[in-house]
Each structure stands twice: as structure tokens, then as C-alpha cells.
């Protein structure tokens, strides 16, 4: 796995509001690229919840972060709404999901997308790279409005599809 790209990382990140977000999930984090610029912008009362299930990227990412408002999750990405209540929390701001969909069993994949709905405000944003445009069906089944960028500055290229939770 290539790690992305920083102009990928800042592309992900251009739509999250982080003077009022306190509340923002990250979801596989690989290497830490993209949790290292959430850290740099967070707010200094939020809490970031990052869940990594592979055993050596959670090691690592335990000896480089060490941060109080961080929450390392060792669990899959399906458990989202169980761990913000073991933490006392209610609903995320935003979802930062680097999670390869594309290969993802469908069920699993429909899973992790209701979870991650169910655990967002009311306008809370989901936002996902991919490598393809594949997945956009996916999101809208569950989204709703889906809006889609497009980086060339990252190998490979990416698209980034940022969700918006619909209000009911
Ligand atoms: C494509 S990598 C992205 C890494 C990094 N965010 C980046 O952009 O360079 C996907 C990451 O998702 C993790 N992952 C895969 N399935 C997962 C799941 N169900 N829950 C949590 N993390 C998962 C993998 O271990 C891997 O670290």
C-alpha cells in the first residue's frame, strides 16, 4: 500500500468544518497521514476516534500518537456507533473513511456505510476516497447527495466523495 498523498490528505479535509466539529471519526488510517493533519486542525475540545483494525498499523500509531483528544480504536470500522457510546458520546460531525470499499464484500460494505450514517448529526458529512467511481452507487443508497472530487496529485489518482447526511 502506497500511503496517500498530502494534496489527497488536504483534498479530504477542505469540507470539514473543524472550528465547530467536535466530534470527527477516521476510519483506516493506515500510516497516520491523514489523522496527523485532523490532529494539526482539531479543535482543542474535540475528540478524534480512529479505527484501525490491521495489528501493525495500530502498534505503530500507538507509539506515534500520543495526544489526549485522540481515541485509538483496535476494531473494525463496523463498531462505530458501539464504541461512541462505550466513550459517552453521541453523534460525529464527520466520518474521514480511507476504507478500500471497492474490494469490500457488499454486505460488509452496506454495514459500515449504515453505521456510519447512523453515527452522524443530523448535517454531518461523510468523506471517502477511492480510486474509482465505483462505489458512488453505495453512497447514494445511503447518503443520499453525494458530491465527488477529483485529485490527479496522488498515485494512484483519487476521487473523493463527500456525503452529506440527509435531514429527515
Ligand atoms: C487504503 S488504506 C488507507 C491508509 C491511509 N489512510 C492512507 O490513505 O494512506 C486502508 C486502511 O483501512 C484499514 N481497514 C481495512 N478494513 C478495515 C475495517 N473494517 N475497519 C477499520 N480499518 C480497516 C486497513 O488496515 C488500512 O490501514
Known amino acids: 500500500m502506497t500511503p496517500s498523498s498530502r494534496f489527497l490528505a488536504l483534498k479530504m479535509l477542505e469540507n470539514v468544518d473543524f472550528t465547530e466539529s467536535r466530534i470527527i471519526i477516521e476510519l483506516g488510517p493506515g500510516t497516520g497521514v491523514f489523522t496527523e493533519k485532523i490532529i494539526e486542525k482539531l479543535h482543542p475540545e474535540a475528540h478524534l476516534l480512529v ?7 495500530f502498534d505503530s500509531l500507538r507509539k506515534k500518537i500520543n495526544d489526549p483528544r485522540v481515541i485509538l480504536i483496535h476494531d473494525s470500522a463496523e463498531r462505530i456507533t458501539d464504541h461512541l457510546a462505550l466513550n ?3 453523534c460525529a460531525d464527520a466520518v474521514i473513511s480511507s ?4 474490494n469490500f464484500p457488499e454486505e460488509l460494505k452496506d454495514h459500515i456505510l449504515k453505521n456510519a450514517f447512523n453515527s ?22 445511503v447518503f443520499g447527495k453525494v458530491s465527488i472530487a477529483f485529485t490527479p496529485f496522488n498515485f494512484p489518482p483519487a476521487f473523493v466523495y463527500t456525503c452529506q447526511r440527509k435531514v429527515s
Open 99 to 102: 476504507l478500500p470499499l471497492a
Open 88 to 90: 459517552g458520546l453521541h
Open 51 to 57: 479505527f484501525e483494525l490491521n495489528d501493525l498499523f
Open 120 to 141: 452522524l448529526e443530523k448535517d454531518g458529512k461523510f468523506i471517502q476516497f477511492q480510486y474509482s467511481l465505483m462505489s458512488k452507487k453505495s453512497l447514494e443508497n
